[in-house]
């Protein structure tokens, strides 16, 4: 499965559009977690126990995407994009999106 920020892939030619796919994962940090980021906070720097939550969500939002894009019958997803909010307290959603392409 190719995936591109892009619209279009050089080289390759989109014979058509299936429509749009996402994949989303919404993630909290545990306690500890928040208590030691509150610390660190207080402090300046990375929080490293939220850096690794989120890059956790990322990729099970995007691993999602590509298996609805799989489910669709795509050979690549073009247009792809992130977005993020919070739900609660200390638990954020992460967003992928795009659009599922057949190729040529």
């Known amino acids: 499965m190719i995936i591109a920020t892009t619209d279009a892939l050089p080289g390759r030619e989109i014979r058509s559009t299936l429509g749009l796919v996402r994949g989303v994962s919404v993630r909290a940090a545990h306690a500890l977690a928040d208590f030691d980021a509150l610390l660190k906070n207080a402090a300046g ?3 490293p126990e939220y850096t690794a ?5 990322r990729e099970q939002a995007l691993d999602r995407m590509i298996e609805q894009a799989r489910h669709a019958g795509a050979d690549a997803v073009v247009g792809v994009r992130f977005a993020t909010s919070e739900i609660a307290k200390g638990a954020a959603e992460v967003l992928a999106y795009g659009t ?4 040529a």
Not at 53 to 57: L, N, W, Y
Not at 100 to 103: E, G, I, R, T
């Open 45 to 47: 720097g990375e929080l």
């Open 53 to 57: 939550v989120f890059a956790q969500a």
């Open 100 to 103: 599922a392409v057949k190729l």
